[in-house]
Structures are given as structure tokens and as C-alpha cells.
């Protein structure tokens, strides 16, 4: 977990875009790190510096959902899920004729090809009327509707122009236009004007879409102190037969692709979820006259089926009222997030800085904070150790996370882990006897220490969303790691508490379409809190003497947590790489290495069968890694991605300045901020040629170039031409084999000479007739003789030759590893008794 510096601006989210890339033969991908045929997310940019154009960002949002969308949903259904239309209200749809003013209008412009942006005039005019009419029935509505025109909103990935966007009641025209503030969006994709006058004149017909329907299941309920709008339930803890299946439902759905207009509509979700620590975001879809309503999530998107509000406008009522009642939970803002400790949310928070996040109870204790006490949905999964802070959190010491400032790092990605990090600290619930525990640094028997008792302690809490197959979550790894290599304790992040609601405790109305979702194999996900310390970033530290200390600290940690710890870290980036100083002298203690984030790591024993996928950040992924088909994620990968950060750092890091580091891409590294393949060409040039990037190292890292840069450089490129060297060998080997394959079968069917017969043709010399079929069919030609063995390749893979390992790299650094020791696990548990 990361802190701020001074020099950040408030705006300057540290932002990453994470891909998924499906294998070949699997229609989605996930994160799970569960099975070979799935891809992990990889993250492509490196934070905070880098923002892609509109077409790279579109065909990012269209791998992101590769074979993770779901269309056909009876929009029936979706309103009553997502939104929580009552039974009540869509009798009340049903029961009245709808002929909204501007209707006539806005067919007649589209009729007559008038452009896009005279129609969002008419669209407004049709649902103000609808809301009018909502408002006369006594109809509550909390919602207000505007035209954005041509008004950009500062985005994730770069500046979009959404056509309009639905606000809460308590918006008006003079509150700012901001994606934390927005209900949904509202995108048009309207025909050319050309194609629509000849479709006026019959020429051509509206093209339908697939009416398949997708089911329904069971429905959430909204946390009950958030104040949210009726919604529909099935009794508790039953599950739903298919006599529950609302009317017309059925169990078909199809997978689609974004086309069109989609994947714009797509970035605008990504803006709503990024903004606010948003769950879920949903949005409509105009192409002409039909709409279709869809809905994202960290799984992946939902679509109805379109209907034509021309022809069909009690739907289009439908849609209005539905938007026009939902409240924010429904609306997908985290309904843990509020803004302060007494008020619920009713109303979006136009900044999550002050607000306070509400801690959630795991172990049966949740009703004591609005959640459903469920141990099977609530898990806590904390630490042990004595003094923890979970425990006072179960005891009701400390009950909320106040939020002290804007994000610090904000998931830049619409579906995989959505991980905010929120800097903070602990605040009290009531005045509670506290226990004295010290505050002193951790000890050497690898307890942690305790939170100070006036809760002022800079902390930080994470949120995100982990696959729920994934096994091994990032709180249990640490901890796991923090019982096998207590002497790595100080470089790893202290966890004061970890919990994960599972089920419907997310309160996701995916969970609705829960037969849908698993007869399509779409992973769940968990929604996780972890409360850590706060840490530095590397470039915020004061001397590169003490970015020396923090470096090798880090690689040390790295190295003993694969090698004694069994995990391999697998996202290596100028992000994960902290520090801090030690407790008992914070202004002249020691510079102390964090390695965090290790929501990607995985067994080392488990590499094989599980991880041959990529994971990673683009500019610090390794050159096997960008490769159109990447192998298994190696150890000495991870050491590829450290070099790579120190060679980042060097070209960008003023180390003690005012602004140490201005967030810009240096040119001669730009490309290894770009597509895997650009990346991989980029780095490939660089181990050829380092001078040109060399050249840009910065004056606070000269220092270091003659020692530690040009000699990592050296045992890279070393590695580089074992990696050519045992690639052409490969090659080799099989087209060696090809060959020895197209001899034999060469040799099997030579011609004969006059007179010869194969050696095993059987022939009846009583038989005169060669061409008896009979007797054809005993023919039987030799099979050719087993291929030798490949050559083989002197050049292991593992480490690149022996280039590419711990101790090589610490030679490179000209540092003596100091010395680790596996723990002894029985005398730990002697100890324990």
C-alpha cells in the first residue's frame, strides 16, 4: 500500500489498464490463476505517466470483455434486478397508454437524416415528459437528466464526451458534470443520415437483434441503514426452482462483442466505476429508435434485448422510472463508503476524501454493522498475532476507515480486481478501553505491532474484487509468508486486517442472473478490505544511497519468499516497490524495502500447471512475457521486471528534488509503454544498444551507472544472446526432426526396381491375379522407424545459461546477500506449545 507525496496533485491518480487476453481455445479469461487455459490480467502503462488514444483504449475495453458479455436479458427482468422495480410499479407500466410528447419529433429528425446531436433535444424532451407524467401518478423520483453536448469529463484513460448523463434529483444545471456524481449514461448511435433517409422510404429495414432471453434468480436486498428502494426477494437461504423463474423467462443466453458505439459506451462505465469506488455501472444504448439497457461489473456486462421505444414506448416508460426511483445503491456506489460516521448515503459523494468507509464484521458479528451476520459470506480473515487490530475491530474500538485524501491508486480496468487503494486511518466508534500494546517496530520473533491508541497511524485500505476460485488471496499469502521468513518481516506489508464478503453480502445483482452466469462458466468474484500500513514510493525517497538500501531489500524479500516462502511474486512494477523507515526512529532510522501487492502471486509449485499466462505491467514485463504466446512465468522474470524498474528509475527519478518525479514517459523508453509487441521490440532494441536510454539517465543516478546499471546491463544482454542462442537451437531441433520424418517416408515410398518386392509383401505364387482385392489387402507397408531424439540444447531455460539467478544478479549489484534460513516449523511449534 502506497502514501501520497507532498508533490502530488490531487487529481494525479496513479492509473494501470489491465488486459485480458483469452487463450486460444477458451471464450473468457480471468485471474483465478486456476487453471492453463485462462490468461491472468496484465497491466499495460506504467501508472500515472501514460494514457492511451481513443482506438487503443477501444480495443482494450473489447479484450477486457472478451467472451465476458451477455446479451438477450428480458428487460423485464434486468429493471426489477438491477434497478429494483417493484411488481407494483411494472403493473402500474403496463396498465397505461404511452404517447410521450417529442416522440413525433425525434422520429420525424431521424427520418429526415438530420445529425446525431439534434436529437438529444427531442430524446430529453420524451423522458421529461414520462417523468412528468411519473410525478402527476405520485411517483418518486430522485433524478435529473442532461445533454453533455460537446463537454468533456476528465477521464481514466482519456477525455471522453459522453451524449448525456442521468444525475441524482439533488443535481442541477449549475453543479459541475462529473463522472463520481453520474446515475447512468446515455450513449447514441445513430444510423448515417444518408442510410436513414433511404430507410424512410422503405429502402432499407431496421436490422433486428437476437430475441433470446436470459434468466433471472434470486434478488439482493440493499444494506437496510442506506435507505434503499423496494426490492423483490425469494425466501432466505432457498434456492430458486424454475417454477420462481419470472414469466417468460428462459435459460438461453448468447455471448456477444462490442461493436459499434459499444465500446464507447463500455469507457463510460469504466469512468463510473473508477471514480467513486463504484460496484457496478449500467448505461443505455440508442441506435435509432431501439435501446437497450446494459450493466458492468467486475465479471464482465449484461445486455437486454433491444426494443424500439417508437413501437413499444411503455418500455421506454418502464426504463424512465426505473432510472427515475433508483437510489445510489442500486445505482452500484459502494454502499459501504458514506459520507461520515452518522449520515447513510443517500447522494453521491462528489469526492471520496472525508468520507468514511464502514468497516464490515465477519464471524457472525456483521448485523452489528448492517450487514447480514453470515459467516459463510463474511469471512475475516486476519492475523494472529497478539495485539491485533481486528480484534479491536470485533470489539467495536474501531469500526470505520476515515478517508483522508483522493485515491491513491484508482484500477484503471472495467472488469478483473478493481482495486482502489484509499489512504486513511482507524476512527473510533465509541470511547472503548483500549489495550496498551507498544508501538514498538516488530520484534524478532516476528510479532506485529500494535496500533497506537489515539488511531492517528496512516494507514491505508484496499479494495478489490479477486476471483472466487483464485486460492491464494493476498492476505493469506503475506501472512504465509510472514511465518516462513520472519527475518524478511520488515520488507513485507503489515496487514492489520483482511475480510471477504462473498455471496450476496456483495450485494452485486449479478447474483440474479446467476443461472445465466454459471451456465456460461463466468467466474465469481470476492470483494475484499485489507487495512495495511502506509508506505513510500520509491521515487519519494531522499539519497539514492537509501534507494540502494531499499532496492536490495526488495529483491532480497522477493528472493526468500520464492525460495523459502514457495511464491513467486508475478507483478513487478514501480508501483509494488515501497519503503519506509524503521518505528523506533523515523526521522534517522534505517531506509527500509517493501515488496507489496501480491494479489498475483502464486506457489512456485504451482507455476507450472496454473500460471502459463501473463501477468504484469507492461513497461517492467519481461521480453518472454510480451511474446504473442508467453510461456510459464519464471523467477528469473520477476529479476527481468526488477531491472527493468531500476532502469526506469534511473531515466526518470530526480532522487531529493522538489519534484522528484514529473509522471512524463522519457522518449527513448516510450514504446516500452505501449502494445506487448511494441514493448518487446523496444526492449529487444535496448539490450542490443543501451547507450541511447543510458544517455538519459539522470544526474542523482551517475553515480550508479559504472556500478550498479552497466553491469545488470551486461548480464542481461549476456542472458539476451542465451535466449537467441537456445531459440535457434530449438528451431534446429525441430526442423531436424521434419527432416529425419520426411526421409523416413521417403525411404518408405521409394520406387521399386524392376524385379524388387518389398520385403514384407506377402504373395501367393498359386495366385495369378496381382490385383485381387483380397489379396491387396495383405499388403502391408513397414512402418518407419522411430525419429532420433533431438539434439540437445545446452542452455537451460530456467536461467538462461546460469545468467539469470539470485546470485548472479546480487554479483551484478557487487552486494553480499545476507543470509537467510528456512524456519524450523517443529521448533516453531514447540515454541507455540
Same mark, same amino acid.
Given at each position: 500500500?502506497?502514501?501520497?507525496?507532498?508533490?502530488?496533485?490531487?487529481?494525479?491518480?496513479?492509473?494501470?489498464?489491465?488486459?485480458?487476453?483469452?487463450?486460444?481455445?477458451?471464450?473468457?479469461?480471468?485471474?483465478?490463476?486456476?487453471?492453463?487455459?485462462?490468461?491472468?490480467?496484465?497491466?499495460?502503462?506504467?501508472?500515472?505517466?501514460?494514457?492511451?488514444?481513443?482506438?487503443?483504449?477501444?480495443?482494450?475495453?473489447?479484450?477486457?470483455?472478451?467472451?465476458?458479455?451477455?446479451?438477450?436479458?428480458?428487460?423485464?427482468?434486468?429493471?426489477?434486478?438491477?434497478?429494483?422495480?417493484?411488481?407494483?410499479?411494472?403493473?402500474?407500466?403496463?396498465?397505461?397508454?404511452?404517447?410521450?410528447?417529442?416522440?413525433?419529433?425525434?422520429?420525424?429528425?431521424?427520418?429526415?437524416?438530420?445529425?446525431?446531436?439534434?436529437?438529444?433535444?427531442?430524446?430529453?424532451?420524451?423522458?421529461?415528459?414520462?417523468?412528468?407524467?411519473?410525478?402527476?401518478?405520485?411517483?418518486?423520483?430522485?433524478?435529473?437528466?442532461?445533454?453533455?453536448?460537446?463537454?468533456?469529463?476528465?477521464?481514466?484513460?482519456?477525455?471522453?464526451?459522453?451524449?448525456?448523463?442521468?444525475?441524482?434529483?439533488?443535481?442541477?444545471?449549475?453543479?459541475?458534470?462529473?463522472?463520481?456524481?453520474?446515475?447512468?449514461?446515455?450513449?447514441?448511435?445513430?444510423?448515417?443520415?444518408?442510410?436513414?433517409?433511404?430507410?424512410?422510404?422503405?429502402?432499407?429495414?431496421?436490422?433486428?437483434?437476437?430475441?433470446?432471453?436470459?434468466?433471472?434468480?434470486?434478488?439482493?436486498?440493499?444494506?437496510?441503514?442506506?435507505?434503499?428502494?423496494?426490492?423483490?426477494?425469494?425466501?432466505?437461504?432457498?434456492?430458486?426452482?424454475?417454477?420462481?423463474?419470472?414469466?417468460?423467462?428462459?435459460?438461453?443466453?448468447?455471448?456477444?462483442?462490442?461493436?459499434?458505439?459499444?465500446?464507447?459506451?463500455?469507457?463510460?462505465?469504466?469512468?463510473?466505476?473508477?471514480?467513486?469506488?463504484?460496484?457496478?455501472?449500467?448505461?443505455?444504448?440508442?441506435?435509432?429508435?431501439?435501446?437497450?439497457?446494459?450493466?458492468?461489473?467486475?465479471?464482465?456486462?449484461?445486455?437486454?434485448?433491444?426494443?424500439?421505444?417508437?413501437?413499444?414506448?411503455?418500455?421506454?416508460?418502464?426504463?424512465?422510472?426505473?432510472?427515475?426511483?433508483?437510489?445510489?445503491?442500486?445505482?452500484?456506489?459502494?454502499?459501504?463508503?458514506?459520507?461520515?460516521?452518522?449520515?447513510?448515503?443517500?447522494?453521491?459523494?462528489?469526492?471520496?476524501?472525508?468520507?468514511?468507509?464502514?468497516?464490515?464484521?465477519?464471524?457472525?458479528?456483521?448485523?452489528?454493522?448492517?450487514?447480514?451476520?453470515?459467516?459463510?459470506?463474511?469471512?475475516?480473515?486476519?492475523?494472529?498475532?497478539?495485539?491485533?487490530?481486528?480484534?479491536?475491530?470485533?470489539?467495536?474500538?474501531?469500526?470505520?476507515?476515515?478517508?483522508?485524501?483522493?485515491?491513491?491508486?484508482?484500477?484503471?480496468?472495467?472488469?478483473?480486481?478493481?482495486?482502489?487503494?484509499?489512504?486513511?486511518?482507524?476512527?473510533?466508534?465509541?470511547?472503548?478501553?483500549?489495550?496498551?500494546?507498544?508501538?514498538?517496530?516488530?520484534?524478532?520473533?516476528?510479532?506485529?505491532?500494535?496500533?497506537?491508541?489515539?488511531?492517528?497511524?496512516?494507514?491505508?485500505?484496499?479494495?478489490?474484487?479477486?476471483?472466487?476460485?483464485?486460492?491464494?488471496?493476498?492476505?493469506?499469502?503475506?501472512?504465509?509468508?510472514?511465518?516462513?521468513?520472519?527475518?524478511?518481516?520488515?520488507?513485507?506489508?503489515?496487514?492489520?486486517?483482511?475480510?471477504?464478503?462473498?455471496?450476496?453480502?456483495?450485494?452485486?445483482?449479478?447474483?440474479?442472473?446467476?443461472?445465466?452466469?454459471?451456465?456460461?462458466?463466468?467466474?465469481?468474484?470476492?470483494?475484499?478490505?485489507?487495512?495495511?500500513?502506509?508506505?513510500?514510493?520509491?521515487?519519494?525517497?531522499?539519497?539514492?544511497?537509501?534507494?540502494?538500501?531499499?532496492?536490495?531489500?526488495?529483491?532480497?524479500?522477493?528472493?526468500?519468499?520464492?525460495?523459502?516462502?514457495?511464491?513467486?511474486?508475478?507483478?513487478?512494477?514501480?508501483?509494488?516497490? /515501497?519503503?519506509?523507515? $524503521? &518505528? =523506533?526512529?523515523?526521522?534517522?532510522?534505517? @531506509?527500509?524495502? !517493501? %515488496?507489496?501487492?501480491?494479489?498475483? *502471486?502464486?506457489?512456485?509449485?504451482?507455476?507450472?500447471?496454473?500460471?502459463?499466462?501473463?501477468?504484469?505491467?507492461?513497461?517492467?514485463?519481461?521480453?518472454?512475457?510480451?511474446?504473442?504466446?508467453?510461456?510459464?512465468?519464471?523467477?528469473?522474470?520477476?529479476?527481468?521486471?526488477?531491472?527493468?524498474?531500476?532502469?526506469?528509475?534511473?531515466?526518470?527519478?530526480?532522487?531529493?528534488?522538489?519534484?522528484?518525479?514529473?509522471?512524463?514517459?522519457?522518449?527513448?523508453?516510450?514504446?516500452?509503454?505501449?502494445?506487448? /509487441?511494441?514493448?518487446? $521490440? &523496444? =526492449?529487444?532494441?535496448?539490450?542490443?544498444? @543501451?547507450?541511447? !536510454? %543510458?544517455?538519459?539517465?539522470?544526474? *542523482?543516478?551517475?553515480?550508479?551507472?559504472?556500478?550498479?546499471?552497466?553491469?545488470?546491463?551486461?548480464?542481461?544482454?549476456?542472458?539476451?544472446?542465451?535466449?537467441?542462442?537456445?531459440?535457434?537451437?530449438?528451431?534446429?531441433?525441430?526442423?531436424?526432426?521434419?527432416?529425419?520424418?520426411?526421409?523416413?517416408?521417403?525411404?518408405?515410398?521409394?520406387?521399386?526396381?524392376?524385379?524388387?518386392?518389398?520385403?514384407?509383401?506377402?504373395?501367393?505364387?498359386?495366385?495369378?491375379?496381382?490385383?485381387?482385392?483380397?489379396?491387396?489387402?495383405?499388403?502391408?507397408?513397414?512402418?518407419?522407424?522411430?525419429?532420433?531424439?533431438?539434439?540437445?540444447?545446452?542452455?537451460?531455460?530456467?536461467?538462461?545459461?546460469?545468467?539469470?539467478?539470485?546470485?548472479?544478479?546480487?554479483?551484478?549489484?557487487?552486494?553480499?546477500?545476507?543470509?537467510?534460513?528456512?524456519?524450523?516449523?517443529?521448533?516453531?511449534?514447540?515454541?507455540?506449545?
Amino acid at each position: 500500500m502506497t502514501c501520497c507525496s507532498s508533490t502530488d496533485s490531487l487529481h494525479d491518480y496513479y492509473y494501470d489498464y489491465y488486459n485480458f487476453y483469452p487463450s486460444v481455445g477458451s471464450s473468457y479469461s480471468n485471474d483465478s490463476g486456476t487453471d492453463s487455459s485462462m490468461s491472468t490480467p496484465s497491466k499495460q502503462g506504467a501508472s500515472g505517466v501514460y494514457k492511451r488514444n481513443r482506438n487503443n483504449m477501444d480495443s482494450a475495453l473489447k479484450d477486457d470483455l472478451c467472451g465476458l458479455i451477455l446479451g438477450g436479458v428480458e428487460m423485464e427482468e434486468y429493471v426489477q434486478h438491477v434497478y429494483g422495480v417493484s411488481k407494483d410499479d411494472l403493473e402500474y407500466i403496463k396498465s397505461k397508454k404511452w404517447e410521450p410528447e417529442g416522440l413525433a419529433v425525434y422520429t420525424k429528425l431521424l427520418n429526415e437524416g438530420a445529425p446525431e446531436e439534434d436529437l438529444y433535444a427531442p430524446f430529453k424532451a420524451i423522458v421529461a415528459d414520462l417523468f412528468d407524467t411519473f410525478a402527476q401518478d405520485e411517483k418518486k423520483l430522485n433524478v435529473h437528466h442532461a445533454s453533455l453536448g460537446k463537454t468533456a469529463l476528465k477521464s481514466v484513460g482519456n477525455v471522453r464526451k459522453p451524449d448525456q448523463l442521468f444525475f441524482f434529483g439533488s443535481h442541477n444545471n449549475k453543479s459541475p458534470i462529473t463522472w463520481s456524481l453520474a446515475k447512468a449514461f446515455v450513449e447514441f448511435a445513430v444510423t448515417p443520415s444518408a442510410q436513414r433517409v433511404k430507410a424512410s422510404f422503405g429502402l432499407i429495414s431496421t436490422i433486428n437483434e437476437d430475441d433470446s432471453v436470459a434468466p433471472g434468480n434470486v434478488v439482493s436486498a440493499s444494506m437496510p441503514d442506506l435507505k434503499p428502494s423496494p426490492t423483490t426477494t425469494t425466501p432466505s437461504g432457498r434456492k430458486r426452482r424454475s417454477s420462481d423463474m419470472p414469466s417468460g423467462s428462459s435459460k438461453r443466453a448468447r455471448h456477444e462483442t462490442l461493436s459499434g458505439k459499444e465500446p464507447q459506451a463500455a469507457g463510460y462505465a469504466l469512468e463510473l466505476m473508477a471514480s467513486a469506488c463504484r460496484r457496478w455501472a449500467t448505461g443505455v444504448v440508442i441506435r435509432d429508435t431501439q435501446m437497450s439497457l446494459h450493466y458492468y461489473d467486475r465479471v464482465g456486462a449484461i445486455f437486454t434485448k433491444p426494443f424500439s421505444f417508437d413501437k413499444e414506448p411503455w418500455k421506454l416508460a418502464l426504463f424512465a422510472l426505473a432510472i427515475g426511483q433508483c437510489d445510489v445503491v442500486q445505482a452500484g456506489f459502494d454502499p459501504l463508503i458514506a459520507p461520515d460516521l452518522d449520515t447513510p448515503l443517500t447522494d453521491p459523494l462528489s469526492s471520496l476524501k472525508h468520507a468514511v468507509l464502514h468497516i464490515p464484521k465477519g464471524n457472525g458479528n456483521a448485523q452489528n454493522n448492517g450487514e447480514d451476520g453470515n459467516k459463510e459470506d463474511i469471512d475475516d480473515e486476519s492475523n494472529n498475532d497478539k495485539g491485533k487490530i481486528d480484534d479491536w475491530i470485533a470489539r467495536g474500538v474501531y469500526s470505520h476507515f476515515e478517508i483522508t485524501d483522493d485515491p491513491l491508486y484508482i484500477y484503471g480496468g472495467l472488469t478483473g480486481r478493481g482495486s482502489h487503494v484509499l489512504p486513511g486511518k482507524l476512527i473510533k466508534k465509541a470511547e472503548s478501553a483500549i489495550p496498551h500494546e507498544s508501538a514498538e517496530n516488530v520484534d524478532d520473533e516476528g510479532k506485529r505491532p500494535s496500533l497506537p491508541t489515539n488511531s492517528t497511524a496512516a494507514m491505508v485500505a484496499k479494495l478489490s474484487w479477486p476471483t472466487e476460485k483464485r486460492p491464494w488471496l493476498e492476505a493469506n499469502t503475506i501472512q504465509d509468508l510472514f511465518e516462513k521468513i520472519p527475518k524478511m518481516k520488515h520488507h513485507l506489508p503489515q496487514i492489520r486486517c483482511a475480510i471477504t464478503l462473498k455471496g450476496e453480502s456483495i450485494r452485486l445483482p449479478r447474483h440474479l442472473f446467476g443461472d445465466m452466469t454459471t451456465a456460461h462458466k463466468l467466474e465469481q468474484r470476492y470483494f475484499t478490505l485489507l487495512f495495511t500500513d502506509c508506505y513510500n514510493h520509491l521515487w519519494d525517497i531522499k539519497t539514492v544511497a537509501d534507494f540502494q538500501l531499499a532496492y536490495i531489500d526488495i529483491v532480497e524479500c522477493h528472493h526468500a519468499a520464492m525460495k523459502f516462502g514457495n511464491v513467486l511474486h508475478r507483478d513487478i512494477s514501480e508501483n509494488n516497490l /515501497l519503503w519506509t523507515k $524503521s &518505528a =523506533k526512529n523515523a526521522k534517522r532510522g534505517r @531506509t527500509i524495502g !517493501v %515488496l507489496n501487492d501480491w494479489d498475483l *502471486a502464486t506457489p512456485v509449485d504451482a507455476i507450472g500447471n496454473s500460471s502459463k499466462h501473463r501477468t504484469g505491467t507492461g513497461p517492467f514485463m519481461a521480453l518472454d512475457l510480451l511474446a504473442p504466446e508467453p510461456p510459464v512465468h519464471l523467477y528469473r522474470h520477476d529479476l527481468e521486471s526488477l531491472f527493468y524498474v531500476l532502469i526506469w528509475a534511473a531515466v526518470h527519478y530526480n532522487i531529493g528534488d522538489d519534484v522528484p518525479y514529473a509522471h512524463r514517459v522519457d522518449d527513448e523508453v516510450e514504446k516500452w509503454t505501449g502494445t506487448y /509487441l511494441e514493448a518487446l $521490440s &523496444a =526492449k529487444t532494441l535496448f539490450l542490443s544498444d @543501451t547507450g541511447p !536510454v %543510458l544517455k538519459r539517465i539522470r544526474p *542523482a543516478f551517475h553515480g550508479l551507472r559504472p556500478t550498479w546499471i552497466e553491469s545488470l546491463c551486461k548480464l542481461f544482454q549476456r542472458a539476451q544472446s542465451n535466449r537467441v542462442l537456445l531459440a535457434s537451437q530449438i528451431v534446429e531441433a525441430a526442423q531436424q526432426e521434419i527432416q529425419v520424418e520426411l526421409d523416413d517416408t521417403n525411404d518408405v515410398f521409394a520406387p521399386l526396381k524392376e524385379g524388387q518386392v518389398p520385403a514384407n509383401m506377402n504373395i501367393d505364387d498359386d495366385d495369378e491375379s496381382d490385383h485381387d482385392e483380397e489379396k491387396e489387402s495383405e499388403l502391408h507397408l513397414p512402418p518407419p522407424p522411430a525419429a532420433p531424439a533431438p539434439p540437445p540444447v545446452d542452455v537451460d531455460y530456467e536461467t538462461l545459461g546460469g545468467c539469470l539467478t539470485f546470485e548472479s544478479f546480487m554479483a551484478a549489484l557487487k552486494w553480499s546477500p545476507r543470509v537467510i534460513r528456512p524456519v524450523d516449523t517443529k521448533d516453531q511449534a514447540s515454541k507455540a506449545k
